[in-house]
């Protein structure tokens, strides 16, 4: 059953957005904490699809201008609603963007910000890239943007070792497992780098913390590209050495 107070806590929270949407661009912090407990909600949201068409509403006044804002913080606000709020369809029409589809529009914005200047801002959005891709059907779109994803994807584990951004290439290569061929090597040799500067990695707070995890990502990561080439033998030998 829905839980009691959660239609009533919504409209609450609709309220309270359409008070601070016109908010002055360095008093965001009222708007963010409205958006983040929204975030925080997403479970429960994605039970009830009832909800989903104002949820759409939402995104549309708040996460699009959050994508193309200077600020860091309500970039990286608006990449976490997009990626919590993934499962739903977005099929509404922006009027802002000349009409433009939805899920369209915040594609190529998702895409621009993983060459964000922050690192967090690229960061989070590769780790929703994946699964906006896979919840909205847009591999046919994002395929020939691959070469570029990847790169990047490489350029940022070269800066930052996380776990997030390790199992979000790993999801990457799961769902372009049929292109990624040209790239085996390149990803191999990069993955097995990252894998052992996580295994030898101490984590003070956990012996099998995030870095633990990241390893198990790479060599997770490393058999699916083995798996997409294992009908290339010449190029399983390479990967092999």
């Not at 829905?2 to 002055?24: A, D, N, T």
């Not at 006044?61 to 997009?82: D, H, M, Q, W």
């Not at 922050?118 to 959005?125: G, H, P, S």
């Not at 990695?201 to 997770?220: K, P, Q, V």
Request: net charge negative.
């Amino acid at each position: 059953a829905e839980p009691v107070l959660l239609e009533e806590f919504f409209e609450f929270l609709v309220k309270s957005l359409k008070e601070v949407m016109h908010s002055p661009p360095d008093d965001f912090r009222v708007k963010d904490s409205y958006l983040a407990v929204l975030e925080g909600l997403a479970v429960i949201f994605k039970k009830y699809p009832r909800y989903n068409e104002k949820l759409e509403q939402i995104l549309v006044k708040f996460g699009i201008p959050g994508l193309t804002s200077e600020n860091s913080i309500e970039k990286y606000r608006a990449l976490k609603l997009y990626a919590e709020f993934s499962h739903i369809k977005l099929v509404q029409t922006v009027e802002e963007c000349h009409g433009q589809q939805h899920s369209a529009v915040v594609s190529e914005l998702i895409f621009r910000l993983l060459t964000d200047q922050e690192i967090v801002v690229q960061v989070t959005a590769s780790s929703t890239l994946h699964k906006f891709i896979k919840k909205q059907n847009l591999k046919e779109y994002f395929e020939p943007q691959l070469n570029t994803i990847l790169e990047t994807y490489l350029a940022l584990m070269n800066s930052i070792e996380s776990e997030d951004l390790v199992s979000a290439l790993e999801e990457i290569v799961t769902i372009f497992h049929t292109s990624i061929e040209p790239y085996a090597l390149q990803l191999c040799t990069k993955l097995e780098e990252s894998y052992w500067r996580l295994i030898n990695t101490e984590d003070d707070d956990d012996n099998f913390g995030e870095s633990g995890l990241g390893a198990i990502s790479c060599l997770t990561t490393i058999k699916e590209i083995f798996n997409a080439v294992k009908h290339q033998p010449e190029l399983l030998i390479k990967l092999e050495n």
